[in-house]
């Protein structure tokens, strides 16, 4: 039942956000039926589970979040440097990254991150393997020493093993 009232508050206030209409009455009733008319039917199709609405995630984003936009940050300026530069240091590659990560979610959070910070590509996601193109070695290096899965699997609450 928390998870159909966070998914139901979630996407009220999604819909609040988007469309600005605070004041006209039949709008706004309009917007309440269909979150309530979402969330019952997410209910009868069991999709409001632990990976659908992720709401334990929500407690340790204040210590995940940061860390990743910091590493997209750094990642930014070091495209951005080789992206400007006379010559050039780009050296792409793919690599098969092996993750012992073992759910679903865990798994997608890996990639996404990833993917979102710059120079870097995830291109497959298999059980136990994921596909990444780096624009270089040294990304590839980075991403090889395990670090941004060890924190996934921090936030996502699951031990490696």
Known sequence: MLRAISLGLVLAGTW??????????LILGLG????????????RMNLIDKEGTPIH???RLP?????????????SVDVARRAFALKPEIDPILIRLPTRLRS??????????????????????EPDTLVVH???????????EGGMERRVAAYAGEARG
């Open 16 to 25: 609040l956000l988007l469309s600005g209409i605070y004041d006209n009455t």
């Open 32 to 43: 309440v039926f269909s979150v309530v008319a979402v969330v019952f039917v997410s209910r």
């Open 57 to 59: 995630l929500s407690v």
């Open 63 to 75: 210590i995940y979040g940061p860390w990743l936009l910091w590493e997209i940050l750094k990642s």
């Open 104 to 125: 679903d979610l865990s798994r997608v959070i890996y990639a996404n991150s990833i993917t979102l910070t710059p120079g870097t590509v995830t291109v497959s996601v």
């Open 134 to 144: 780096a624009l270089t070695r040294h990304g590839a290096a980075g991403l090889e």
